[in-house]
């Protein structure tokens, strides 16, 4: 009897510290170089509202509306930039695909006690030509609001600091990683998260936005020149107001009987094929405009 305690107790650091060591590291959902998703607990998230499940384009929608004001990132391309407060979206749409995408299938595996850690990056234009920049964060539910809390903003994260291959510091600002925010205090940032209908910052920090699951969302569109318009989030209202204004250029195109007649003869033959059945809607749109943007 003696002997087995002996034994349980030297085996008891050995245990806890293999416990310790098994919490401490996050789940990945999702890796791709420096960026990440994972699951993971942070200090002061308790008693959320986990496992949720929020549809991708719900996601996708909330963030489209995220905006900050004094940036790092500018995207008019100006070096001479005088209006440095002007609010700019702080995620590209290729970074709320995939955040949209990955925090949807995170969230319904999360406890309450964790949350879902990301540091996404995507090319940004600037006057020194394109440039990776980076974004962290984490995300949980509570109270039917979706957390938003940024710990890092557009970070040229090749330019100023070194990775790791492994995820490490998930949570809090350790070195050579980017911060995830922390809910214990409000760290000091020089740029500042734009409420927007539906949202509000939580104790007046400029890091964290609590938004409102129970309101309807459209998507918010930034459509560069030359770029085509993805509807892949927008609203069912979006949508049709979309359709129904370019039904409206072509109908206006052949009322005003343009001069240019093989312009004209060739959006009446995508009419016709898309009014018989042949022609799917998004092909249809889509050669429209590029029918339409030869005049």
């Not at 401490?24 to 959320?48: F, T």
């Not at 440095?84 to 702080?90: E, F, G, H, S």
């Amino acid at each position: 009897m003696i002997i087995r305690s002996l034994q349980l107790f030297l085996l008891l650091p050995f245990l806890l510290l293999s416990s310790m060591n098994v919490n401490s590291q996050p789940e990945v959902v999702w890796k791709k170089k420096a960026d990440y998703i994972v699951i993971n607990e942070l200090d002061g998230a308790v008693n959320n509202d986990h496992p949720h499940r929020i549809p991708v384009s719900t996601i996708a929608r909330i963030l489209s509306h995220v905006q900050v004001k004094n940036s790092p990132y500018r995207p008019d391309d100006s070096f001479w930039d005088t209006q440095k407060d002007a609010p700019v979206r702080v995620f590209t749409d290729r970074e709320i695909d995939l955040l949209g995408n990955k925090l949807s299938e995170a969230l319904i595996q999360l406890k309450q006690s964790e949350v879902v850690a990301f540091s996404v990056s995507d090319l940004r234009s600037s006057y020194l030509g394109r440039k990776r920049l980076s974004i962290s964060g984490s995300v949980f539910i509570k109270d039917k609001r979706l957390n938003l809390l940024l710990g890092a903003m557009h970070v040229d994260l090749l330019g100023k600091y070194q990775r790791s291959t492994g995820i490490t510091g998930t949570y809090g600002r350790l070195k050579n990683d980017l911060s995830n925010g922390e809910i214990a205090r409000s760290n000091s940032h020089g740029w500042d998260l734009v409420t927007f209908e539906g949202a509000k910052k939580v104790d007046n920090r400029s890091d964290w936005l609590s938004i409102d699951l129970n309101r309807t969302y459209e998507y918010v569109v930034i459509k560069k020149k030359g770029q085509s318009l993805d509807t892949k989030y927008l609203s069912e209202q979006q949508q049709e107001l979309s359709s129904v204004s370019l039904e409206a250029r072509i109908i206006e195109l052949e009322q005003a009987q343009k001069t240019d007649s093989s312009i004209e003869e060739r959006l009446r033959k995508l009419k016709t094929l898309y009014d018989g059945g042949v022609l799917p809607e998004a092909a249809y749109f889509e050669k429209v405009r590029v029918i339409m943007s030869e005049l």
